[in-house]
């Protein structure tokens, strides 16, 4: 098992509200990403967070944006939620420069 | 555009039946290919990564490998619990920018008893 724990582990929300979702990355960890999942695809890359700044976007409106904290942690911010915005959230820990990434258990979001 | 395609889609395999999976990927530079499981409703499980075509590694009864247009994942004797999704994902060469992974769709494996 890893040591990238996200929070919470499911959430229900509803079309247009905001959500906040949590990650704890790995000790030793200086680089997080975020990554959504849709059922039966691949993980697609939002961000990454290095050094506290954004360092890297996939394909994602602003709505989408996040945080790293000094400790390394991080948070998904995800605005006027749609329902297309339903997924499986994952957070994965790296070290930069690194040979690995974990990633958590994952968020599932429900927009209903 | 960097692209990552997983062959096949789904496979059912009887226990101790080998196979292999396959990822054929195109990136403007690759700097490593990687490797996950995935369970249901779970976050992906590293399993290994390759920087460099001629490369394998080994992890109980799976073996990767990486040419310089694709990767193949070998399973030798399955069991049932190596049921599940794998992931197939590169990570392209970016100077100061991010080290995102590219992810395929993945090959649903289940390995009846």
């Known amino acids: 098992e890893t040591g990238v724990t996200q929070s919470p582990t499911h959430l229900i929300k509803t079309r247009g509200q905001q959500v906040t979702l949590r990650c704890s990355s790995q000790s030793g960890h200086n680089t997080v990403s975020w990554y959504q999942q849709a059922l039966g695809q691949g993980p697609q890359f939002i961000f990454q967070y290095y050094r506290e700044e954004e360092n890297g976007r996939g394909n994602f409106p602003p709505r989408f944006s996040g945080l790293q904290f000094p400790n390394y942690s991080s948070e998904l911010n995800v605005n006027a939620l749609e329902l297309d915005d339903s997924a499986l959230y994952l957070c994965?820990?790296?070290?930069?420069?690194?040979?690995?990434?974990?990633f958590g258990q994952g968020t599932r979001l429900t927009v209903v | 555009e960097d692209q990552v395609t997983q062959s096949p889609e789904a496979l059912r395999l009887q226990e101790g039946e080998s196979s292999s999976l396959n990822c054929s990927y195109t990136?403007?530079?690759?700097?490593?290919l990687f490797w996950y499981r995935q369970d249901p409703g779970k976050g992906p499980e590293f399993l290994f990564t390759?920087?460099?075509a001629g490369e394998e590694k080994e992890k109980e009864r799976l073996k990767a490998t990486l040419t310089k247009k694709e990767s193949f994942l070998h399973i030798t004797a399955p069991k049932p619990e190596d049921s599940a999704t794998y992931l197939c994902?590169?990570?392209?060469?970016?100077?100061?920018?991010?080290?995102?992974?590219?992810f395929g769709k993945g090959t649903k494996l289940t390995v009846n008893p």
């Open positions: 990136v403007s530079g690759l700097r490593g």
């Open positions: 994902a590169v990570q392209p060469f970016a100077q100061g920018g991010s080290e995102k992974l590219v």
């Open positions: 390759l920087y460099s």
């Open positions: 994965a820990s790296s070290f930069r420069g690194g040979t690995e990434a974990f």
